[in-house]
């Protein structure tokens, strides 16, 4: 799809189709630990995007072939939901969503201290649920927790949000219509702790100047999702103390 | 080909002792009695970009229901009726023993079970799903997607089918000159159910019938036996579904935990 | 494909669309080791319907990750013949053969004295060469007579018959016509001697009552279909044994 | 990717020096002259669902061939012609080494050399399969089912699919108004056969040559060479299909002996 | 499911210190210094059968990239636009760790980087390939091959994707009545570029920034980043591509890097 | 598709559409050893049909299974790229081809002294680059100078050619046209010095006269490929030579 169209983005207010200021992040919920089977779970709500991350692993995955001598295989599969779209889709992994399971990988493998765990596999599986805009970026943010929830030592969380431009303008944490009929679609991750950029990709087009002010717009967003982040696992950390005194 | 499962999470000879030791005194893992049903909770609409949808939790079974209708050509044989697509994933974070991939075979027996108990009692009626008779019809795809396993996933999945048919909302649909459709961005009509119909299993443990078998249970099973009642009682479907048997004396009893398990599924619903 | 319609399936003297009376099982004609490579064969017709079943094993199928400690690992596949239907059928396997591949072999399951055979696969494949109503029940029938043939020890034979209900009459075993315009098809397998129901579907609506009327009018079919079973390999035993004698 | 066979059913070194002994006495291991084909059973309309049907058995091996013609559309580039499909299964029941699937590279060379021949000699005529020039026309669907496996397949194959096409009965089309088409339950045609070929195998094991040959000695052997012959003894479609090479010589007195098969393949037809 | 690659060809723990410490003193296991790119070597105009074509040598990686006009319908929703196509094959002969089946995620990734970066300039002008507007439109496939890979598949793919679209010629179409397209044999139009736009890759090994790198320095590198620059410099496109992170400065640094290397390949298309 | 049509495919001189006489081969180019990667590789271009073929082995495939004791196993894929064909080819494996990897493959089979390396294979990947008719044999010729790039012991070199009859008339060489508008193509390769054919397919019809011609016109273009094959190697082993000294 291609982007720009005549469509009104953002008002003489400044304000966004959702209200929203050029720099402002859509309302984010988090839950952790929302499944029973899987070692680590995170539901993560942003706007409208929901999306479910589970890990399993440190697991024997039955195929030798995959397994490395000096630290974990990673794999990972983002896959979105038949109901998760405006026009139902297809549950056979598109191509689109074979790049983004890659894209997430290396967006979280940086953050795992996989030679911990050498000859066995860590399995991310992320199911977007709902998509409205962000949904690669969620995932990373809801990776990263069920991996923390599954006990996986990582370096830092990874948390992740996508930078738009709409109306000649750069906005923070685009929702789908800001993507479909805008510029500019740059989703990036990092480790704010240790200012390491895991994901970083741009979709449409920005000069030079552009790209260096959605650099730190960027930077802004992921230090919000991460406190968000931070705030949902010590919630988490107090249940589970909770539960073990009762 | 269908292959003998390995019984996973394997359970070891001492647990189907334990767990055969409290059936025979009238109890369960998790304290219920034989007949008795987890507890469940229902949320309906909760995915925006679905017509229709529900979350339910059976116990610690967590399954996900998403409605669409999307406008499509009616089958061939039936052009004056809509078209009712019922599919279920079993997705790999709901349980170890799920895999990337096509739906196996345990996701498209349960897609088929609950498929057949709506269609053949024309629960829905796909008649008024015709929007222009021979050409245009809506097409319902019912998504289940099963998030966490902790046994009777076909339940589950039954509440969760007809908690969001029965909350799901359709734009009208108004035909314009030159067979042009325009969808009201206004107002909207429910999917047509006539009648419904919920799916009642029942697990076979050596001599014992129990009711909604967690997956401790499920794997020391000899079979499942679902039924689906409709909410006059008639049977409109049935489904042994495992590697051993039953007798005509087993069919019967369990038919009567069924009906009584469908009564109280029926009073959960929205 | 939904069911009921106004074709006169029953006529005012109770006769059924091909003559038969409402209890009667249509004419069955059994050949048991029908093929050279394979372990154990059979070939059943039932009317119209007819069907191949062949057995290899117990063997050593190549796939350790599917063998079990305890017993054997029995696999099974139910596939129709493109010109076995109305319409030619695709050979891809569709949804409805994967079921009934699984509910074929759950039939089979407690037949089988599978822990004579620890760590080896047993393999059924199941044929349909002509396909007029009760293709899985003949399939199950089939099946078990090639596993006899093949000599592996069973608990006793599976017979299958389908009951169908039709203008609100209970009839055995329904052929396609009484399937397609009826109300209901109930497909049921047993082990008669021990009484065991081992495959038990519903695809209709039955009220209670219809359904107890139902399960009786099967176990008559059932017991029928054993009959043939067991002359059938009587005949191939004689065979047999005249081939040894000579 | 195509792939060096495994020797399958392995034959050892042992088996391998009695067959070629017995070959070099010009006999073989079931008694058969280096030249002899095995016997033939041939019965047709077998499959009352198909238009055309026929069960070979040539020697040991089985083979079921369906013939079945539906309403499609033509190719775009012959839009005026019935459209011809041949197929090949060979499904799991007939030999341990064939596996559930889509066709393997056997199964695909067979259909295909049996299609060519078919399709070179124009035998069937396909313009007469139009229904609707340009729009509607028969597509017939040859399937050829192995159901055992002892050798020789494309032979028996080649006879089962002529014995099937020669006795098929296709209802007559009548075309009506507004191009709907009527399809008569009382008036049939015959599939239009302007000729007639059949394939002719012969297995090279060292230096011998030797017609029809069984499983085992497919097992040993060098290679094979197909022939397909017309009923006026023109070559329609030739294969070598194996590991092993063949000498100018080889070939040409393979030919003589396909000529003699093909005339006693011919007359084995229904 | 996306897996973490084992590193192939396995650079030992020796080869990785051989590669930093001659990196360190700004050099490179070819001689080359850490911001030079390789040698180039396009030839274009290869593939009669195609409407362009391009073969590339980027050092000693080698693409071809074949561009083939058809005639086509449009997308719904773009009815009076043609289509661009973009496809890679990483075909097994290029690379011992290159398997034979569908595109797997590097060759999708590759084939994703290079579409976007023309779709989002709008590099192509579509609106000119539409032949009946919202009826039947140019369709063009960029088929991407590698056939050597020797490090940076993706800047040698992106020169062969402009070169092969520069020089392709694509038939006049005539619109005669009754919708009939009739393609002229002798007149020819160019595929409309309205801006070209080329990838640059850097490699980031340990504290360093590599342009252009070679396999063996891939296989030791943190990771990947592929900006896709305009002729006017402005930003078409961005990749992070690897397991490893880099910081703000890194990015801004690699961006530089990237700059002088677009203008370099631009200066080598024809 | 079907042969036999009205366009003029060679002209009263004798002459064919491309003017060549009957038993002209078109012109012939090698070069060996074009891929650095590859154990071995060649470009074979006859005419306008481009053929691409590497080797890699014999080496370890980590698939236990296909090993053989006793010798390497052979496994060979041809594969025509999407823009060699006129209409764009997809990328997926056709009937067509995977026949064609099979028929190639038995055609190199008897060339290799596979003995040599027991538990290993040799992988020879084929793709065509450009398809003017006699892709399969230029296929078989390209494969055997890669394999003798890669140092694996032969027999002999493999040749291939087409012969074909149009308007009545043999010819060798045949281009795509001639395919398409004539009456038979007849494939065909061969192991020169031991008088060896491993390939051979006739699609189309010949008397039985028109075949026996048609075995020694294809015996001579199969020795004028030879020898192109063998001044190519020559060629490659004094350039060799020339970088060992340098």
């Given at each position: 799809m291609s982007k720009g169209s005549d469509i009104k983005l953002i008002d003489e207010n400044g304000r966004r189709i959702d209200g929203r200021s050029v720099d402002e992040v859509r309302p984010i919920k988090i839950e952790v630990g929302v499944l029973k089977n899987a070692n680590g779970s995170a539901i993560v709500e942003i706007g409208k995007t929901k999306v479910l991350a589970a890990v399993y692993g440190p697991r024997d995955p039955g195929i030798r072939t995959i397994l490395l001598p000096n630290r974990a295989t990673i794999r990972c599969r983002y896959h979105m939901a038949p109901f998760s779209t405006h026009e139902r889709k297809s549950p056979a992994p598109s191509r689109r969503e074979i790049e983004l399971s890659k894209v997430i990988r290396e967006a979280i493998e940086p953050s795992v201290i996989a030679?911990?765990?050498p000859r066995t596999t860590i399995d991310i599986f992320i199911e977007i649920l709902n998509a409205d805009g962000g949904t690669r970026t969620a995932g990373v943010t809801a990776a990263s927790l069920a991996l923390a929830d599954a006990g996986i030592p990582l370096r830092d969380l990874v948390a992740g949000i996508a930078v738009g431009k709409v109306q000649d303008t750069l906005v923070l944490d685009i929702n789908e219509s800001e993507d479909m009929y805008g510029q500019a679609d740059m989703p990036m991750a990092a480790m704010p702790s240790i200012g390491a950029i895991t994901l970083l990709q741009l979709n449409g087009v920005l000069t030079e100047e552009e790209f260096m002010k959605a650099l730190d717009l960027g930077w802004k967003g992921v230090k919000t999702v991460y406190e968000a982040q931070k705030e949902a696992l010590r919630k988490r950390y107090v249940e589970l103390k909770n539960i073990e005194v009762i | 080909m269908s292959t003998t499962p390995p019984n996973l999470p394997v359970v070891s000879k001492i647990k189907k002792d334990t767990i055969l030791g409290m059936i025979s005194k009238s109890t369960r893992v998790d304290g219920r009695k034989l007949s008795d049903i987890r507890s469940i909770e229902i949320k309906t609409d909760i995915i925006p970009?679905?017509?229709?949808?529900?979350?339910?939790?059976?116990?610690?079974?967590?399954?996900?229901?998403?409605?669409?209708?999307?406008?499509?050509?009616?089958?061939?044989?039936?052009?004056?009726?809509?078209?009712?697509?019922?599919?279920?994933?079993?997705?790999?974070?709901?349980?170890?023993?799920?895999?990337?991939?096509?739906?196996?075979?345990?996701?498209?027996?349960?897609?088929?079970?609950?498929?057949?108990?709506?269609r053949e009692l024309k629960a829905i009626e796909l008649d008024k799903l015709a929007i222009i008779p021979g050409k245009r019809v809506w097409t319902v795809f019912v998504d289940i997607y099963v998030i966490d396993h902790d046994g009777n996933l076909v339940d589950a999945s039954s509440l969760g089918t007809i908690a969001a048919l029965k909350t799901a909302k359709i734009p009208k649909a108004k035909v314009e000159g030159d067979d042009r459709i325009e969808l009201s961005d206004s107002e909207y009509m429910n999917i047509p159910l006539r009648s419904i119909t919920l799916t009642a299993t029942i697990a076979k443990i050596d001599e014992y019938l129990v009711a909604d078998p967690v997956l401790e249970e499920e794997a020391v099973a000899d079979t499942l036996i679902i039924f689906s009642l409709d909410s006059e009682g008639r049977i409109t479907g049935i489904q042994k579904s495992g590697n051993g048997y039953l007798s005509s004396d087993d069919v019967r009893k369990a038919l009567e935990m069924a009906k009584t398990m469908t009564k109280i599924y029926m009073s959960k619903l929205p």
């Open positions: 030679e911990a765990f | 970009n679905a017509n229709g949808s529900a979350h339910v939790k059976l116990g610690r079974s967590q399954v996900i229901v998403g409605v669409k209708a999307e406008i499509g050509s009616p089958y061939p044989d039936t052009p004056n009726e809509g078209v009712l697509i019922v599919n279920a994933e079993f997705v790999p974070l709901a349980s170890p023993t799920f895999e990337p991939g096509p739906p196996d075979e345990r996701a498209i027996e349960l897609a088929r079970v609950i498929d057949r108990s709506l």
